[in-house]
C-alpha cells in the first residue's frame, strides 16, 4: 500500500530542480545577454525536454511543472517579442501545451482499464475530441487544426495524469497547494504592478494586439490603464486562475497565505473579470456548506481576516475608482453593451448551432460580429462536436462533477471541498467563457482530476484496515 510518509532526502531530489533551474538560467541569460531570438525554439523545445525527464522519473514535481508552465509562459513570450518584435501567431506559446500532451503516453496505456474503470468519463471526452478532430481534418487543412485540437485534449490529458495518480493523493495535495500558494502570490504581485506601472514589454505586446488583431478588451496599454492579466494571457483565463487560487488559498495553512490573498484578491478585482467575480462567489457559496462547523468557523474568521486586509486596498485610489465603475455595470442590464452583443451573438448562433449533428469539427472558429469564439463553451461544444460529440463529451462532464459532488471527504478534508467548489465554479462560466479549453480547461480538468483522485483514495483508505500494533497483539 501507499504510504504518505515523507521520504527521506537523497542527493536525486535535487534533480528535478537543477533541471528546471537550467532552463530558467539559459532563459533568463538569453533575454540579458539580447539574443533572445535563439528562445522561440528552445523555450518551447527545452520546456519539453524537461517536462518529458520530469514525466518519467518526478511524476508529481512535472504536475507542479506543468501548471507553472501555464502560469508564466505568455509572460516569457511577451519578454522576447519585445527583444526581437512581436510574431503572432508565437511558437513560444507552445511550450505548455507540449508538455501538457506527454500523458497521452500514459492514456493510451492504460485505456484498456480506463474504459472498465473510474477513468470512462475522461475515455469519453477524448473519443469526443477525436471524433470532431476527424471531421475537422476532413473540412480543413491541418495546420488548422493541429493548435486548436491541443486547445482541446491538452487539459483532459492533464486532468486524467492527476487522476491516474490517485494512490499518491497526499503528494498531489501538496504539490498543488505549494504551487497555487506561491502561483497566487507572484502572479498577484506583478499584477498590481502591470496595473500601476504598464511594464514596457507590456505596453508593447498591448499596442501590437490592438494595431494588429484589433483587441481593444483588454484595455489601454498605459499605467492604470490595462485590465489586469499579470503573466498569463488575458484578463479572463487570468482571473479564472485566480478563482482556484483564492478559493484553495482558504484551505491552505501557511505564513505567506494573508499576503498571497492580498495581492490575489486585489489583481483578481483589477481583471474587470465579472464573470470570474461571480464564478469566485459561487465557489464560495458551494465550498462553505460543505465543510464542518469547525472548519467553517475558520473559514469565516478568514474572510473576515482577509476582508480587513483587502477591503482597505479596494477603496483607496487608483484602485478604487476602476474596480467600483465595474461593479456598478453589474445593475447596467440591457444598457451593458457586452450583454448586449453577447446576447445578438446568441440569438444569431444557437438556433443553427442546435441543428448541427455531426459538427463542423476542430478547427473551425465563430466568426461573429457580436460574440467571440471564446465567448461560448455552449456554442463551441455544439458548433465544433456536433451533437454526435457533444453527447459523450458532456456525459464524460458530468460524471466528473457528479462525482465530485459525492466526494464524502470534502467534509473532512478543506483541500477536497476547496476543490470541488472550484470544478462547479468553473463549470458555471460555460455559457460566457469556453471553459473546457487550454487555459481555462488546465483548471478545470486538473480540479476534476484532483477531485477523482480523492475520491478513489478515499475509498481505498476505507476499505484498507488499520495496521496492526505489534505490541498490542501481543495478548
Request: glycine share 8%; proline share 7%.
Amino acid at each position: 500500500m501507499y504510504s504518505s510518509q515523507p521520504q527521506p532526502k537523497s542527493p536525486q531530489l535535487s534533480e528535478p530542480w537543477l533541471l528546471v533551474g537550467c532552463l530558467i538560467a539559459f532563459t533568463a541569460l538569453c533575454l540579458v545577454a539580447n539574443v533572445a531570438s535563439i528562445l522561440r525554439l528552445f523555450f518551447p523545445a527545452g520546456s519539453l525536454f524537461v517536462g518529458a525527464l520530469l514525466f518519467f522519473r518526478y511524476p508529481i514535481f512535472y504536475i507542479g511543472f506543468t501548471w507553472w508552465l501555464w502560469f508564466l509562459t505568455p509572460f516569457v513570450r511577451r519578454l522576447i517579442d519585445w527583444e526581437i518584435g512581436w510574431v503572432d501567431p508565437n511558437p513560444v506559446l507552445l511550450a505548455p501545451f507540449f508538455v501538457a500532451f506527454l500523458p497521452i503516453l500514459t492514456f493510451l496505456i492504460q485505456l484498456p482499464q480506463a474504459i472498465k474503470g473510474n477513468g470512462l468519463p475522461f475515455v469519453l471526452c477524448i473519443a469526443s475530441i477525436a471524433y470532431a478532430t476527424f471531421i475537422g481534418v476532413l473540412s480543413y487543412p491541418l495546420e488548422a487544426v493541429i493548435v486548436p485540437l491541443l486547445t482541446w485534449i491538452t487539459p483532459v490529458l492533464f486532468g486524467y495524469y492527476i487522476f491516474s495518480n490517485w494512490r499518491k493523493f497526499p503528494e498531489l495535495k501538496r504539490v498543488t497547494e505549494k504551487t497555487f500558494l506561491w502561483g497566487v502570490l507572484v502572479m498577484g504581485i506583478y499584477g498590481v504592478i502591470q496595473f500601476l506601472v504598464a511594464p514596457i514589454w507590456d505596453q508593447y505586446w498591448l499596442t501590437n494586439l490592438i494595431n494588429n488583431l484589433r483587441i481593444f478588451s483588454f484595455g489601454t496599454p498605459n499605467p492604470l490603464g490595462i485590465r489586469v492579466f499579470s503573466t498569463m494571457h488575458s484578463p479572463q483565463p487570468f482571473a479564472t486562475t485566480m478563482v482556484a487560487g483564492l478559493l484553495l488559498l482558504f484551505a491552505i495553512k501557511s505564513p505567506l497565505k494573508i499576503a498571497s490573498s492580498a495581492f490575489g484578491y486585489l489583481a483578481f478585482l483589477l481583471t474587470l473579470a465579472r464573470t470570474s467575480w461571480l464564478s469566485w462567489f459561487i465557489g464560495l457559496i458551494i465550498f462553505i456548506p460543505s465543510l464542518k462547523p469547525k472548519f467553517q468557523m475558520r473559514l469565516i474568521v478568514t474572510l473576515m481576516l482577509l476582508s480587513l486586509v483587502v477591503l482597505p486596498l479596494t477603496m483607496i485610489e487608483p484602485f478604487s475608482s476602476v474596480i467600483s465603475s465595474r461593479f456598478q455595470t453589474f445593475f447596467a442590464g440591457q444598457q451593458d453593451g457586452s450583454f448586449i452583443d453577447r446576447s445578438i451573438g446568441y440569438a444569431n448562433l444557437l438556433s443553427e448551432a442546435m441543428s448541427e449533428v455531426e459538427g463542423r469539427g476542430i478547427g473551425y472558429v465563430i466568426r461573429d460580429a457580436n460574440i467571440g469564439g471564446n465567448d461560448s463553451g455552449i456554442l463551441a461544444l455544439l458548433l465544433n462536436l456536433g451533437w454526435f460529440g457533444t453527447i459523450p463529451y458532456v456525459g464524460g462532464l458530468g460524471l466528473l462533477v457528479v462525482n465530485a459532488l459525492q466526494t464524502r471527504q470534502a467534509s473532512t478534508d478543506p483541500f477536497v471541498g476547496a476543490c470541488r467548489a472550484i470544478v462547479l465554479a468553473t463549470v458555471s462560466q460555460i455559457s460566457l467563457n469556453v471553459v473546457m479549453l487550454t487555459p481555462f480547461g488546465i483548471v478545470l480538468w486538473g480540479f476534476m482530476g484532483l477531485t477523482a483522485a480523492a475520491r478513489l483514495y478515499e475509498a481505498q483508505q476505507a476499505a484498507t484496515p488499520p495496521p496492526i500494533d505489534p505490541i498490542l497483539d501481543r495478548h
